[in-house]
C-alpha cells in the first residue's frame, strides 16, 4: 500500500488547508490552540482549527483513527503503475495486464473460459475475505493462491 | 426509452448466400435450444418465448434442471440449457448443455439461439466461435440491449452478422423488446464463420474433441485453456471491430452495493443485516406468527374440531382414530404439515428467492470463503448450506456446482449432519425460545462445533482435491415480484409433494405402532439410550424413531412434549441438539444414494446417527457438571 499517494489535503501538512466551512485558505498548525488558551494544546491535539471561523478538521497525518476512516470510505483508488510479479502483490484500486496464468490445468480452463488470457487488463478491487478483480465487464471473486498464479506483464 | 432494435427479421441477412447451403436447416425449426454464459438472461427469454415461467437464477450454475417449453404462437421446442462459459464441459451440469449442443448438431430440424450479454460481446464470441467450429446453425441475439446503451457501448450488428455469417438480433428480453426479430430470424440459423486462422495445434484436435472423440482426460483442461486462449484473441479482434468500449457509469448505485457487499468491513453488517432479516421474517413472523395463526387459529380453532364432530357419526373406533385419534392423520400429520412446517417453508423459500435473484448469494460465497476453507471446502458450498436451510434435500441435489467429487461429498454430509432445515429450525427456534439464552448457545456451539470438526477431520481423511476458489460476481438487481413468487411457489409445490406424504407416513407408522401395542416396545428398547444417555423420558423414543424418516417430524413431536410442560431445558437443549444432528429425512438418504450411491449413502447414516445420540449425551453431560444453561 506503500506506493499509493494518499490523496486530498492531510498528508501534506505544511500545504494549506480550505476551509470546508468557511472556504479560508490557511496553514496549519499556526498559533490559534495556544492563543484561545486550550489546555490539550500543549501537548498538541490530532485536529486542527480553522482561525477565521473556528471550524474543526482531524488532522490526519496525525491521527491514526481519523486515516483508517478515511480509507473506509474512500472512493475509488487511483490508479498506480506498478512492478508487481503477479496479481497477488497488487494494492487494491491497481491496474494490471496478464502475461500468463500458472496452476492446475483445470483450473486455467475455467479461466481461460471466463475471459481471463493473456493479455487482457485486470483491475483489482479488493484483496480481502478474497480477492474481487474486474476483466473488462467480468467481476471475479478468488483466492489469494489463484491470484498468485496471475502473472503480469512488466510495464 | 431509447431503445432501438436494428432492424425486423428480413433486412438483417445480409451476406448469408456464402454460406453453403448444406449448413442451413430447415425453414421453420421443431426445436430451438437456448445457450449462453450465465447471468445473461436466457430464461428471461425463454419465459418471453414460450410465456412460460422457469426458474431465473442469479447465482452461476444454480440452473441444473433443463427447462422445457412451447414457442408461443408455434410448435417448436424450446429448451432451456443451464449457464456456460465453454462448450467442452469441465463440470457435471455443463455437460448437460454440451450433450444439447451435439443433439443440435445431428438434428436438421434443430437450431441454437445463443443468447449474450450485450455489454460482454467479448465473452459471448468465445462461444459463438466454438459453435462455428462445431458448425451449428445459431442465431445470436445480444440481450440487455439497454444496459448496453446506456454504458454507452455502441454495437454494430449488421457488421457482426457480415463478420459471423449469422442473423445476430438485439433484444430486452425481461421487457420483451425485440422477440419478433429473433423469432423471424430462427429460419435464417446458419453455422457461425470464423475467417481468424487457428494455429495447427490447437484447430484440428478442438475439433476432434467438438466431434466426441474422448481425449486423454489428463491433458484435457490444458488443452482447453489453450484452445480458449486462441478463441479469446480472435474474440478480442472481432469485439474491437464492432463494439465501442463503454463507461461505467450506467447502474452506479447498483455497483457501489456490489462492492460494498464483498467489502472487507462494510461486508460484515451488510452480512449481518441479511442474517437478521432472514431471522425476522422466517423464524419471527413465519414461525411465531404465522405458525400461531395456522395452528391455533385454524387448525385447534376451525379444523380439528369440525374434523373431530363429522368423524364422531362413524361407528367403527379404528377409522375414527386412524384420522382425528391421538396419532390421527388430520389431527397430527395433516397439522403438523401444514399448520406448523408450511408457513416456516413458504417465508424461508421467499427470502432464498429473493437473495438469489439479488446476486447477493455469490458475494456471500467471497465473504464466507475462508470458514469453509477449514472443513476443507471453498466459499461455493455456501449456497447449499444456505438453501440446506430450507430444505437439505434439494440443497443435497445443488452440490452438483462444486467442482471435486471430496467437496461434493463433504458439502453432503456436512448438510445431513448439521444444516437443519426449515421446517426443523422453526420448532428449533419456537423450543429455544423457552430456555434461557445460555441453553440456547449451547445448542448453536454443539452444533456449529461438531459441524467445523467434523468438516476438518473428514477433509483430511477424504481423499481428493479441494478446488481454488473462483466465483463470478455478477451485478446487483433488484429482484422481479413475478419472478420471486412463481420460484417460491415452485418450490413449495415440490417440498409439499415431497414432504407431507412422509407425514402421513410417519403419523400412520405411530398409529399403527400405538394400535399394535408396539409402541410400548419401541420405548422399552430405546430406554436404555433415550433415557439412560440422554436423560429423556421414555416416551421421546417415539420421536426419535419418527425421526429416521423426518427429523423435523420428531423436532414438532417434542415441541409438543415440552410444551406440556414434560421437559426441563437442559432436555431440551439436548433432544434440539440430537434431532439437529440426525439426518434430515428418509428423502435426504435416497437423494444422497442417487447422487453418490448406496454404500456412501449408509455408511453416512451409519456415522451420523451413532454421533448424533453420543454428541446428546456428551451436552447432557456437559450441561448438568457446568450448570449452563440450567433454568
Known amino acids: 500500500m506503500a506506493t499509493l499517494p494518499e490523496t486530498g489535503p492531510p498528508a501534506a501538512v505544511a500545504a494549506h488547508v480550505t476551509c470546508p466551512l468557511c472556504g479560508l485558505d490557511y496553514q496549519p498548525g499556526g498559533e490559534t490552540c495556544r492563543e484561545h488558551g486550550c489546555p490539550i494544546a500543549i501537548g498538541g491535539c490530532a485536529t486542527q482549527h480553522c482561525p477565521r471561523c473556528g471550524y474543526t478538521m482531524p488532522d490526519e497525518s496525525r491521527s491514526g483513527a481519523a486515516r483508517l476512516i478515511r480509507r473506509l470510505f474512500r472512493r475509488q483508488p487511483p490508479v498506480v503503475t506498478h512492478t508487481a510479479g503477479s496479481l497477488a502483490e497488487l494494492p487494491a484500486g491497481s491496474f494490471g495486464v496478464v502475461e500468463r496464468l500458472q496452476g492446475p490445468p483445470d483450473l486455467l480452463a475455467r479461466l481461460t473460459a471466463q475471459g481471463l488470457a493473456p493479455g487482457v487488463a485486470v483491475h483489482v478491487l479488493q484483496r480481502l475475505p478474497t480477492f474481487v478483480i474486474e476483466v473488462g465487464e467480468t467481476t471475479l471473486g478468488l483466492e489469494r493462491d489463484v491470484a498468485a498464479g496471475i502473472v503480469l506483464r512488466q510495464s | ?631
Open chain 2, 1 to 631: 426509452m431509447g431503445f432501438n432494435i436494428g432492424s425486423d427479421g428480413s433486412a438483417a441477412v445480409a451476406g448469408l448466400g456464402a454460406v453453403p447451403a448444406g449448413a442451413a436447416p430447415d425453414a421453420h425449426p421443431r426445436r430451438i435450444v437456448l445457450l449462453g454464459n450465465p447471468n445473461v438472461g436466457k430464461s428471461a427469454l425463454f419465459n418471453a418465448l414460450t410465456g412460460l415461467r422457469a426458474t431465473v437464477s442469479n447465482y452461476p450454475g444454480t440452473t441444473v434442471e433443463v427447462y422445457r417449453g412451447r414457442l408461443s404462437g408455434g410448435s417448436a421446442e424450446v429448451i432451456d440449457s443451464p449457464g456456460l462459459n465453454s462448450l467442452l464441459p469441465l463440470s457435471e451440469d455443463e455437460r448437460v448443455t454440451w450433450e444439447l449442443v451435439r443433439s443440435v448438431r445431428g438434428d436438421a430440424g434443430a437450431v441454437v439461439v445463443q443468447v449474450a450479454d450485450a455489454k460482454n460481446l467479448r465473452r459471448a464470441l468465445l462461444l459463438t466461435l466454438q459453435l462455428a467450429h462445431l458448425e451449428v446453425p445459431t442465431v445470436l441475439v445480444l440481450n440487455m440491449h439497454d444496459e448496453a446503451q446506456a454504458r454507452g457501448i455502441k454495437l454494430d450488428l449488421a457488421g457482426l452478422e457480415a463478420a459471423l455469417g449469422i442473423p445476430v438480433r438485439a433484444t430486452v428480453a425481461t421487457r420483451g423488446l425485440g422477440l419478433e426479430g429473433v423469432i423471424a430470424a430462427l429460419a435464417a440459423a446458419r453455422a457461425p464463420r470464423n475467417h481468424l486462422p487457428m494455429p495447427e495445434d490447437v484447430g484440428p484436435p478442438a475439433l476432434a474433441l467438438l466431434c466426441g472423440a474422448e481425449p486423454p482426460p489428463q491433458h484435457l483442461p490444458a488443452f482447453l485453456s489453450r484452445y480458449h486462449e486462441a478463441l479469446l484473441g480472435h474474440a478480442d479482434a472481432i469485439t474491437r471491430r464492432f463494439a465501442t468500449d463503454g463507461n461505467s457509469t450506467g447502474k452506479a448505485f447498483s455497483r457501489r452495493l456490489g462492492r460494498l457487499a464483498v467489502h472487507p468491513v462494510w461486508g460484515w453488517p451488510i452480512l449481518l443485516a441479511v442474517l437478521y432479516g432472514l431471522y425476522e421474517f422466517v423464524g419471527v413472523f413465519g414461525a411465531g406468527t404465522l405458525v400461531d395463526l395456522m395452528e391455533d387459529g385454524l387448525f385447534h380453532g376451525y379444523l380439528n374440531p369440525w374434523a373431530v364432530t363429522l368423524f364422531s357419526y362413524l361407528p367403527v373406533d379404528l377409522v375414527r382414530d386412524l384420522f382425528v385419534g391421538e396419532y390421527g392423520l388430520i389431527t397430527m400429520g395433516l397439522s403438523y404439515g401444514l399448520a406448523i412446517v408450511l408457513p416456516i417453508i413458504v417465508t424461508f423459500f421467499t427470502c432464498f428467492a429473493l437473495l438469489e435473484d439479488s446476486g447477493y448469494l455469490p458475494r456471500l460465497a467471497v465473504m464466507s470463503d475462508r470458514a469453509f476453507r477449514v472443513m476443507g471446502l471453498n466459499g461455493k458450498a455456501v449456497l447449499p448450506m444456505v438453501l440446506g436451510l430450507g430444505c437439505d434435500t434439494m440443497a443435497t441435489l445443488t452440490t452438483r456446482i462444486l467442482p471435486t467429487r471430496k467437496e461434493r461429498l463433504l458439502a453432503m454430509l456436512l448438510l445431513a449432519l448439521g444444516v437443519p432445515c426449515s421446517a426443523q429450525l422453526g420448532v428449533i427456534l419456537a423450543m429455544l425460545a423457552v430456555v434461557p439464552a445460555s441453553a440456547a448457545m449451547v445448542w448453536f456451539a454443539a452444533v456449529a462445533g461438531v459441524m467445523l470438526a467434523v468438516g476438518w477431520l473428514a477433509a483430511r481423511v477424504l481423499p481428493g482435491e479441494r478446488a481454488a476458489f473462483v466465483v463470478e460476481l455478477p451485478p446487483m438487481r433488484l429482484p422481479g415480484l413475478q419472478n420471486v413468487l412463481s420460484k417460491t411457489a415452485a418450490r413449495v409445490e415440490w417440498y409439499l409433494k415431497e414432504a407431507l406424504p412422509l407425514f402421513l407416513v410417519g403419523t400412520f407408522v405411530l398409529f399403527l405402532l400405538d394400535r399394535l401395542r408396539l409402541l410400548d416396545v419401541v420405548i422399552r428398547v430405546g430406554e436404555p439410550v433415550v433415557t439412560g444417555i440422554l436423560g429423556l423420558p421414555a416416551e421421546a423414543s417415539a420421536a426419535f424413531l419418527i425421526g429416521f424418516l423426518r427429523r423435523d417430524f420428531a423436532a414438532t413431536r417434542l415441541f409438543d412434549m415440552s410444551r406440556g410442560g414434560g421437559l426441563d431445558s437442559v432436555q431440551i437443549v439436548v433432544a434440539m441438539v440430537t434431532i439437529t444432528l440426525f439426518i434430515p429425512c428418509i428423502a435426504n438418504v435416497f437423494m444422497i444414494a442417487k447422487e453418490r450411491g448406496w454404500r456412501t449413502a449408509a455408511a453416512m447414516a451409519a456415522f451420523i446417527f451413532p454421533l448424533a445420540f453420543a454428541i446428546g449425551g456428551l451436552v447432557r453431560v456437559f450441561m448438568r457438571a457446568t450448570g449452563l444453561g440450567v433454568g
